[in-house]
């Protein structure tokens, strides 16, 4: 098995490292093209400054006619991925002056609605099919959310949270992604609190058993910083540094008294992070062509702190593949990896598959504990109805132009979940997961991705699962 994941792993790796190296070189003076003007418009809060930083082009550039097509729709697909526009346009005029041929280029941007004062309902669940399993109506948060994006147009973020619910939670959340004038230096801040009436304290056949509660029966108290470093385009570096302290009552360590294999009952710690981010996407929130990159080194527990009793390191990767085979014909590939020490930690602290978007589409209404995992997926795509515009006027003006898109996909899926501390109720650990199916994605502006797949695994399952995020 493992040999199979490391030989999958390098073809994919090879394939990211020399793909899309077809830089050409210009040879005659003739097959130059120099930019004089870029001009904007549209922009009224976003910062020049800001758009500029995303061209790959600038003004005073000269460069090969064969790549001046390439570099502005890279631009176009840069701008678009800030999240900040809903559309972009980019027309060029071309002239010749002394027998040179210059570029002035003429950007247009819808920017979006930036500013969301708005109540929330959201499931507070794993996803919304592990949620539908139980169709428990208590497992709902509403909140009061505060969101401003392109904060000053600067294309900060601004996000004060009021929740309760199932999950009581007050936040403050800063992100600042240029605080130097080449911007290439940027700053996270934020702290919270969440409370909880119930908590999952243990997982059995495979899911997780949740008791609840009058009296809160988990506090989390938490605060972060976190510097990023962008110098070039593509590329990201993050250091942050967290502290957190969770709190739970003793009824959880009655019912699980393996909860905390230590014994200690205290999980104060502080937590240092490195990621490292090479992101060439056509678009963030549903890619159809290009590639991605990243690794993350995760420390908690930094012995700061006298009865730090947590020590896990973790190292994650992922790394995506999406190759455009023409004629509305897509294909995608994805491999995450994560291992982690061994050491016996806080059951809450010991998650594997089946969070977030680590999972195999079939087991959604499962969860694998482990320390370490490998997850394969591969998607298949079809466009069915591609970047259709309508408007509708009885909307703001801001939410009025609407593109949309249909695809239909067919995937597979594999993975496997490590774990030295196994339970004889939780029989996918150790175990090979494999699953399978096909599904309809619809997708629009403000980043909106509705996913509706049906899905069989190996273990002889099947239902109709759906998700808001892009599968790879």
């Known amino acids: 098995m493992y040999r199979l994941i490391l030989t999958t792993f390098l073809f994919i790796h090879i394939n990211f490292l020399f793909a899309d190296k077809n830089q050409q070189f210009c040879v005659d003076t003739l097959e130059v093209i120099h930019i004089q003007n870029i001009f904007l418009t549209g922009n009224k809060i976003t910062h020049d400054k800001i758009i500029f930083r995303e061209l790959n082009i600038k003004e005073g550039d000269s460069l090969c006619i064969i790549n001046y097509s390439s570099a502005l729709s890279k631009s176009k697909a840069n701008i678009l991925n800030t999240s900040l526009f809903n559309f972009v346009d980019i027309i060029d005029s071309t002239f010749y002056v002394q027998n040179k041929l210059y570029a002035n280029i003429y950007i247009t941007l819808h920017e979006r609605w930036y500013i969301w004062p708005m109540p929330v309902f959201e499931l507070a669940d794993r996803n919304p099919n592990a949620w539908w399993e139980t169709k428990d109506f208590s497992k709902i948060n509403y909140a009061l959310f505060f969101t401003w994006e392109n904060f000053r147009g600067r294309r900060e973020a601004l996000k004060l949270t009021f929740q309760g619910g199932y999950d009581e939670k007050f936040q403050f959340h800063y992100d600042i992604p240029f605080i130097n004038k080449p911007q290439t230096l940027g700053l996270v801040l934020g702290a919270g609190l969440t409370r909880n009436h119930e908590v999952t304290y243990q997982t059995e056949q495979n899911k997780p058993v949740r008791f609840r509660d009058e009296q809160y029966l988990r506090y989390q108290y938490y605060s972060y910083a976190a510097m990023s470093i962008r110098k070039n385009m593509h590329t990201m570096h993050y250091f942050g540094v967290e502290y957190a302290d969770h709190v739970y009552n003793d009824l959880i360590f009655d019912l699980n ?3 905390d294999p230590n014994q200690k009952k205290i999980f104060q710690f502080f937590s240092f992070t490195y990621k490292y981010k090479n992101d060439h996407r056509d678009n963030n929130s549903f890619p159809l062509n290009g590639h991605y990159l990243d690794i993350s080194l995760v420390k908690r527990g930094l012995g700061i702190l006298k009865n730090e009793s947590v020590d896990i390191v973790t190292l994650t990767g992922n790394i995506k593949k999406y190759w455009n085979l023409q004629n509305n014909w897509y294909l995608a590939g994805g491999f995450t990896g994560r291992i982690a020490n061994t050491s016996k930690n806080p059951y809450f602290l010991n998650t594997g598959l089946g969070y977030n978007n680590d999972y195999v589409r079939g087991f959604q209404h499962y969860v694998i504990d482990g320390q370490n995992f490998v997850l394969i997926k591969t ?3 079809y466009g069915l109805i591609q970047d259709k515009i309508m408007n509708l006027p009885v909307l703001p003006s801001k939410f009025s132009k609407i593109h949309w898109s249909i695809y239909l996909n067919l995937f597979a899926d594999a993975a496997y979940s490590s774990s030295l501390y196994t339970q004889p109720t939780n029989t996918l650990q150790n175990k090979s997961l494999v699953g399978y199916g096909a599904g309809i994605n ?17 273990i002889g399952e099947d239902g109709l699962f759906i998700s808001f995020i892009s599968a790879i």
Do not use: G, T, W
């Open 379 to 381: 998607d298949l795509k």
């Open 442 to 458: 619809f997708v629009s502006y403000y980043d909106i991705v509705i996913r509706l797949e049906y899905a069989r695994n190996n």
């Open 257 to 259: 008294p393996h909860f």
